[in-house]
């Protein structure tokens, strides 16, 4: 019966991730469009964009505290779900565009509700020797959903426009939102021990670490529909389908790590994935063939899709059951912060210097991350 309800806990989850990670994407989705129909520069959509990685991060930080402190994780999620289905769905009757900002604005918080909290979720109920597996499978399912609403919003738009596309996205929300207030509360019954390796030093390089390596990512994905349109002439309507060669990348980067990840060192494969990830970027913005800068792009993913779940699996290793759940949104959090920089930087750097070079520009907190992953790897070797 237990195995049943957690089995039940963890499907759920990983259909809810496929479709969080759909809200979350939607702007980065609608800038080729807003671009074009109200003239914003590079500056004004990355504005945009921090201004919603910012309020995601603060509230990602809340709702983890929240979920430790009242241990009903599922139902602040199906609150979540839920605001963020109304949201999408009622621009389709908004017509003027400071009201539709505002409202793409206030998924950031219904949409931070998800991220502590079913990672948290996940690890609880995971076989042991299996959490590792489980979070990979956890970011396919996210990595699965992005590439999903990556090709079928540029199908939508074609056929009806970005509006109704918007609606149609929004609908299914409503029975996640369901499914995830029938779930049962999960209470834990595993002993809580302290562990040697939860030291304020190495967590700090780890969250820096994090925070370096969502700067760069963030850089590449906040612009990555408006790098299509306006660097390889697709429309804006097919350069959402450009963003799924991405996360195609990652979801097999997450599936092949998937099998393997709670058998070898996790940090180890984080550190070579980095810097790999690094030097590609500069590739990508060097090549000119379309072909070559596909299977540029594919590879970039699918080193994220190895790096994701590495990272929370080693935070997870070395993490109690008495600070986990803060320690993820803490994560999520401090990611958001430095996201947040993001697309108002590169933005910033790409109206003054182009978006190539901003673009080339974002292999350096890439390669800060890998020095200081290498650092943390010393530094727990030497605590162990």
């Not at 109920?125 to 990979?136: E, I, R, T």
Request: aromatic share 16%; with cysteine; glycine share 8%.
């Amino acid at each position: 019966m237990i195995k049943d309800k957690k089995n039940i806990q963890l499907k759920i989850n990983l259909w809810g991730h496929a479709y969080n990670d759909s809200y979350l994407f939607i702007i980065p989705l609608l800038l080729p469009f807003l671009r074009q129909e109200f003239f914003f520069t590079y500056f004004q959509s990355g504005l945009i964009l921090a201004i919603h990685v910012a309020l995601r991060s603060i509230f990602s930080l809340v709702f983890s505290l929240l979920g430790e402190r009242f241990n009903h994780r599922h139902l602040f999620i199906a609150f979540g779900f839920t605001l963020s289905s109304i949201f999408l769905g009622s621009i389709v009757w908004i017509s003027h565009l400071p009201f539709v900002i505002t409202i793409l604005l206030l998924m950031a918080i219904s949409v931070s509700t998800f991220h502590p909290l079913a990672t948290v979720m996940i690890s609880e109920n995971a076989a042991p020797g299996k959490k590792g597996q489980y979070l990979s499978l956890f970011n396919v399912a996210g990595t699965l959903g992005l590439s999903i609403i990556s090709l079928m919003f540029g199908w939508l738009v074609q056929l009806w426009g970005w509006r109704i596309a918007c609606l149609a996205i929004s609908l299914p929300g409503f029975i996640l939102a369901w499914g995830y207030s029938k779930l049962k509360n999960n209470k834990s019954n595993v002993d809580i021990k302290e562990e040697q390796l939860t030291q304020k030093i190495c967590f700090l390089i780890y969250f820096i670490s994090y925070a370096f390596r969502g700067l760069g990512i963030w850089a590449i994905l906040s612009f990555l529909p408006v790098y299509a349109t306006d660097f390889i002439g697709l429309t804006p309507g097919i350069s959402a389908w450009f963003a799924s060669i991405y996360f195609a990348g990652e979801l097999f980067g997450s599936l092949g790590i998937s099998k393997i990840l709670d058998r070898i060192n996790s940090l180890k494969l984080i550190i070579i994935a980095t810097i790999f990830s690094s030097l590609l970027i500069l590739a990508l913005t060097s090549s000119t063939l379309p072909i070559i800068m596909v299977i540029i792009l594919v590879t970039i993913g699918l080193l994220q899709g190895c790096i994701y779940p590495s990272q929370h699996t080693w935070l997870n290793e070395v993490s109690s059951n008495q600070i986990r759940g803060k320690l993820f949104g803490l994560v999520f959090f401090i990611e958001g912060l430095s996201s947040t920089i993001a697309p108002f930087l590169y933005g910033w750097l790409a109206d003054k210097l182009g978006l190539v070079y901003a673009y080339r520009l974002a292999s350096i907190p890439f390669f800060i991350s890998f020095l200081l992953y290498i650092l943390l790897h010393f530094t727990t070797k030497k605590d162990l």
